[in-house]
């Protein structure tokens, strides 16, 4: 066992961190208030390699492992904790890589270079209004027509409707197929037939959340992922992708919120002595250190776990691999959430500012409590049947 990062591991982690610190950083608040992660951040991250970067070297990716992505992922989390970098950095690392692992050769040459380049987003559109949980009762149906799908409902809550229909670009998206089983699509926004609905968040403003309705909207049958009706499959291993990366960027988001609390219990001083002298507040870092390590480390074996056997497509350690991600992305966002908020309660009053730069964190992770990637009971409910076994799931 090793747990040390190669050369060129800690040297791409570096420049990430640089990349936070000195663009993401100072933009945060900028991001948050005008809604917009803006252009040029957009393209620097592709200029680093950023966007997408587990694509193969030849669709214009860097063919990166989940591991380096993980880092990446903590990183600009780090940067920018509100989240809104890190959901488009890690939408488009776990699903374009889906995309390279089980779409047709014409469509990752279309779809791929553009979003590498930062001139295309690519998303995941799975949840409906009805739900988001239960996906085998999702109704977004794709029906074949010749040459095309053609799709009719309604998608909701879906991250970067707006990004996808200004860039250019679109969604994977989960549907239901007439044989029974779902057909996962590559649907471009601007389709006809398809119509976008922006919702009003609490946070992570940079990235649009909002709702997608296709009205017999129709795209090429080539823009189908894998075999027709097991798509379920294909979205599922997407999932443990992007989960990690949700979870990593978490630890990051953890992480800072902790560095801007310690910075400021040292100075900061109640009776005659800096606040972090007080075991009541010293006590209670060291606890959250505590669990943002044991998160962090358990998210980049993840991360191997992925590249050891999900990417290979060796499913003989599928077990481990729901088991590990499931509990990175229950564990990372609640204590990413307590990170936060404790910091705010070292500032006292202060902490209740936005120049405290601790409530965009606070906004932006709260949308991996209420569901994002996934709720957490959903989590547990993986665990409880990795664990107890299929006959304890407690639904059919
Ligand atoms: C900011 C944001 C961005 C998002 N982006 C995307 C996106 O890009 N693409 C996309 O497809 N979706 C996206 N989602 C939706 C997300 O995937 C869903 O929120 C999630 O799947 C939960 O679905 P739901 O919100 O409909 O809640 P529901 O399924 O209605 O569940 C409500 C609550 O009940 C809990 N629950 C459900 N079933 C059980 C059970 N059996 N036992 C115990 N508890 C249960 C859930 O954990 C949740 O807390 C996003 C959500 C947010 C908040």
Request: with cysteine; glycine share 12%.
């Amino acid at each position: 066992m090793d747990f040390r990062l190669s050369d060129e591991e800690a040297a791409f982690q570096e420049a990430v961190r640089k990349f936070g610190d000195r663009t993401l950083r100072p933009n945060e608040a900028k991001i948050d208030s005008e809604a917009l992660i803006p252009p040029d951040i957009i393209q620097a991250m592709a200029d680093l390699g950023l966007l997408s970067m587990m694509v193969p070297e030849e669709l214009g990716g860097m063919g990166a492992s989940a591991v380096l992505t993980e880092l990446a992922a903590e990183e600009i989390g780090r940067g920018d904790s509100s989240m809104a970098t890190a959901v488009f950095f890690l939408l488009e690392a776990g699903w374009g890589h889906i995309l390279a692992r089980h779409g047709q050769e014409a469509v990752k040459r279309e779809v791929l270079p553009p979003v590498c380049q930062g001139k295309a987003f690519l998303g995941i559109a799975t949840t409906e209004p009805t739900g988001g949980s239960d996906l085998a009762g999702m109704r977004t149906t794709s029906r074949r027509d010749g040459s095309l799908f053609v799709l009719h409902g309604e998608k909701s809550f879906i991250s970067g409707v707006e990004e996808a229909k200004r860039m250019g670009g679109g969604h994977l998206t989960l549907t239901r197929a007439p044989s029974g089983g779902f057909n996962f699509l590559y649907v471009p926004t601007r389709t006809e037939g398809i119509s976008t609905q922006r919702f009003h968040n609490m946070g992570r403003m940079g990235i649009s959340t909002g709702g997608l309705s296709y009205q017999d909207a129709r795209v090429p049958a080539k823009y189908l992922l894998g075999t027709e009706g097991r798509g379920f499959e294909y979205a599922m291993e997407g999932f443990s992708v992007a989960r990690t990366f949700v979870a990593a960027a978490c630890v990051g988001a953890a992480e800072r919120a902790l560095e801007t609390g310690m910075a400021y219990i040292r100075e900061r001083k109640a009776f005659g002595q800096p606040l972090g002298k007080f075991e009541g507040i010293q006590f209670e870092l060291v606890d959250l250190w505590t669990q943002v390590e044991a998160v962090k480390w358990q998210c980049r074996r993840a991360a191997w776990l992925l590249d050891s056997y999900t990417l290979r497509g060796d499913t003989s350690h599928r077990s481990e691999v729901d088991r590990t991600v499931a509990s990175v992305k229950l564990a990372a966002p609640q204590v990413a959430f307590e990170c936060v908020k404790r910091a705010m309660m070292w500032f006292g009053a202060a902490g209740y500012t936005e120049e405290a730069g601790l409530e965009r964190g606070f906004r932006g992770i709260m949308s991996y409590l209420v569901g994002a990637e996934g709720g957490l009971n959903i989590m547990r409910i993986i665990l409880g049947r990795e664990l107890l076994g299929k006959e304890f799931v407690p639904y059919k």
